[in-house]
């Protein structure tokens, strides 16, 4: 099915199971342990892997001494680069998930040990005797910065640098102006669940059970690693422990594991230590951010200008931390550019809300900043540049857009107007209270996405496809999606995800899985009822499917009859036109923050929090609301304690584990209130529908920051905002 004109009335619009809060039907499984992560399917007879990484972070493995480790008790096989065989590189990979001779990063994996346990696996990797040649690497974006150089404009790695009027000129003309540098730390996704993989061979044909957030783009990229056809690997990911982008790529553990079970002629249990798993798989890079703001007297902007420096392996793509500056707001007079410094930290790539959560974190503290120069209300001073349109391309409207709407509502809901404009005002004993408020945006895109729906003779419909559930709920919207289309109860429906023998889907990922995915098996529930109402003898133009039943004119039927002489298949993918190059697609959102500070020591506590989102039709309410207060606490991870910290000597993340990779906990998260705007999208899908779980992190750093100089009088401008920022500048206390 191709997506070419708007949607109109359509089964989805029923609201029957789609819209309404249900709890997530693999919730049962999971909390009674059922539901089997990668690391945790039985397979007979495996052994189990330990990956060692390089001691370096750039130069040569002169050799490695297998000799001990192969004699430890309990080994099977050590593989290295000298006896891995020739292997390719995954599209999505930037540099190669087995190193040597050559080393591109620390931690990149250099070897697996197999053994009978892991604990004989861990203990023998410790006698391998790894030798190498260290080269001068580069470590420091900030000593990058001025040898970056402007990517390339085309390309998936590509983002252009634009310029709309006489930046410049309106810039030096503007009464009042804006010149901040902004930056942000690099960081960890810090998921639960480790990068983990389960390999098993039969013959030449491999099955891989992994944590991937992406069956098809992973299966693609292990066929090429390994030279197979992808008809010969099977892989399966039907629960994900949390990915945050962490696990949109093939990483080592399963080309490890792929590699370690071969050798060994056994299936290898693999998976990644926490240390391993932030140096040797990816990373949200670190930004160094310079915003320009010009407006005139009456607080319209003139002059908007984004440039954004980040830093990554050669060969590696930009933080696109300026996209949202070019949507946000008006301004006749603007431009973006970004700059790429090549460094020889391991690889940067996405994570969740790549781009926005970042660039928001810089714009929307200037933005706080700009209102404070021109004496304006926040609030007030974004409503009034608004834009309906997109500011580089007047004729391309917003295809929805109540931008304004959250910040009045969130200013209403917040009580915003009772916020003491006067910096470092406000008092409750010792802490001192402030408030701050950010805008959220976030892009919306479309992926095509297949599914393969079943009707049974028992009445039971049965959803097949290679779509991921990361902790998002994607069983249950995709379950609540057939159950609507099909007119039968959500218990009726059976939802089968992660698998790579079903039709390829979106996947996880960039916001764009909810919508995506739910509008596949939209497509095939199309095929599916068509061939129902024809086995039936029914008109396919007509006919309703409710309450288990099919009915056309003044016919009615049950619709297990359809499938009494054998099962009844549609499959299909949601493909789409041009509708995203005529029209803007996005969500928005805004955020309204209270904040506490120590008066005497500078500790932040994070009081009260509110989200108010419109991002087309919620699908499910209750999964939706979890995805926002998930990004809202990622938000204040950012924004006051998540930075891993590098050492520029030897081009490593220091703080490697949950012990020194600081991410919040229940403690840290206050009361979180998140209200959804009434809104539909025809002209995204038939779903009407866009993503939520990103736009809930867009925004919420800079609103903490804000909130904190509401606070205190100090403007903290680089991330995260720590007490050793605040203390030596903080107001005198009475």
Known sequence: MKFETPATTNPIDRLQVVGKPTSRIDGKFKTTGQAPYAYEHAVPDHAYGFVVGAPIAKGRITAIDTGDAERAPG????????????????KHNVAPLLGGPAIDHYHQ?????????FEEARSAAQWLRVHSVRDPGRFDLAAGKAGATKPADDGPRGIPDTAVGDFGAAFAAAPVQLDATYTTP??????????????????????????????????????????????????????????????????SDAIMAALGARAAGRPVKLALTRPLMINNTTHRPATIQRLRLGAGRDGRITAIGHESWSGDQPGGKQEAAVGQTRLLYAGANRMTATRLAVLDLPEGNSMRAPGEAPGLMALEIAMDEMAEKLGMDPVEFRILNDTKVDPEHPDRPFSKRQLVECLRIGADRFGWARRNTRPGQMRQGAWLIGHGMAAAFRGHVNMKSGARVRLDAA???????DMTDIGTGSYT???????????????????????????????SGGQFGASSSTAGVYAACVKLRDAVAQRLGLDPADAVFADGQVRSGHRTAALAQAAQGGEIVGEDSMDYGDLAKRYQLATFGSHFIEVAVHAATGEIRVRRMLAVCAAGRILNPVTARSQVIGAMTMGVGAALMEELAVDKRFGFFVNHDLAGYEVPVHADIPHQEVIFL???????????????????????????????HNATGVRVRDYPVTLDKLIDRMPEMV
């Open 477 to 507: 919207i995709i379950g609540q999606t057939a159950a609507e289309m099909m007119g039968v109860p959500l218990d009726r429906v059976i939802v089968r995800l992660g698998d790579s023998a079903s039709p390829l889907s979106s996947g």
């Open 186 to 251: 690099d960081q960890s996704h810090a998921m639960m669940e480790p990068h983990s993989s389960i390999a098993q061979w039969d013959g030449d044909r491999l099955t891989l059970w992994s944590s991937t957030q992406m069956v098809g783009w992973a299966h693609a990229d292990i066929a090429a690693t390994l030279g197979m056809p992808p008809e010969n690997i099977h892989l399966m990911s039907p629960y994900v422990g949390g990915g945050f982008g962490g696990k949109l790529f093939l990483r």
């Open 75 to 90: 080994v099977l096989a050590i593989v290295t680069a000298q006896n891995a065989g020739k292997l390719g590189k995954g």
């Open 678 to 708: 009434e809104e539909t999208d025809p002209l995204v899908s038939p779903m009407k529908a866009k993503g939520i779980g990103e736009l809930g992190l867009c925004g919420v750093g800079a609103a903490i920051a804000n909130a904190v």
């Open 459 to 465: 009445g039971m419909v049965t959803v097949e496809t």
């Open 109 to 117: 994996a250099v070897a697996i040990v197999v053994a009978e346990s």
